[in-house]
Every structure is written in C-alpha cells, then in structure tokens.
C-alpha cells in the first residue's frame, strides 16, 4: 500500500471522520494534495513540518496516525512504499513536489 492508497482507504462519512477533528483535517489536507489542490491555509491541527528552514523534528504525527489506525483496523504504507511513490511522481505534471511531501509529512512523519 502506497501513500495515495493509505490516503482513500479514509472514506467520507465512515468511523474514521467522526474520530478526531485532527485527523479528518489532515486527511482532508492529504486528499486535497493528492488531486493537485493546494492551499497555504492550515489550522493548528494540520500545522507545516517542512518549511524553509528545513524539516521540523517530532514524532508525534507519526504516534498520532499509529494509534489511530490501529483503532481503526487499518494498515499505514511501509517507508519504503511511500519513498518509492514519491520517486515515481511526474514531476511536469507535479511541480509542487515540496506541498506533496509535506503531506506526506502531516500524515505519516
């Protein structure tokens, strides 16, 4: 399972949305990022992990996403799973490879 798979596997209106407002927002965010739809705006529960500075350390959205699949039965993609799907996006038709990669962060650290 990849990142983009991971991400549909949260259906709209399933038990996964009514879980936690953090996590419908960052999946929402995710979503939105996967269909090429950008937005600068976020809230406190989907805060930025990469900026210019470089990438924030924490593990915590990583505990976060953890705990919660386990509560909700579902299996997160392998590292290299997701490394391996970033490697292979088209970059022409992906120019915001930075806005990808940071919702890859928001969701799995």
Not at 69 to 93: A, G, H, N, T
Request: aromatic share 10%; hydrophobic share 40%.
């Amino acid at each position: 399972m990849n990142f983009t798979q991971f991400i549909g596997s949260f259906k709209t209106g399933d038990a996964s949305w009514e879980e936690s407002p953090v996590l419908f927002e960052r999946i929402h965010i995710a979503k939105n990022i996967i269909k090429g739809i950008y937005s600068n705006k976020r809230t406190i529960k989907a805060p930025e992990y990469l900026t210019d500075f470089g990438l924030r350390k924490t593990d915590s959205p990583r505990i976060f996403i953890k705990e919660y699949c386990k509560k909700l039965d579902k299996q997160m993609p392998s590292v290299l799973e997701v490394k391996k799907e970033l490697l292979e996006l088209d970059i022409v038709v992906t120019p915001e490879l930075r806005t990808r990669i940071s919702g890859v962060l928001l969701c799995l650290n």
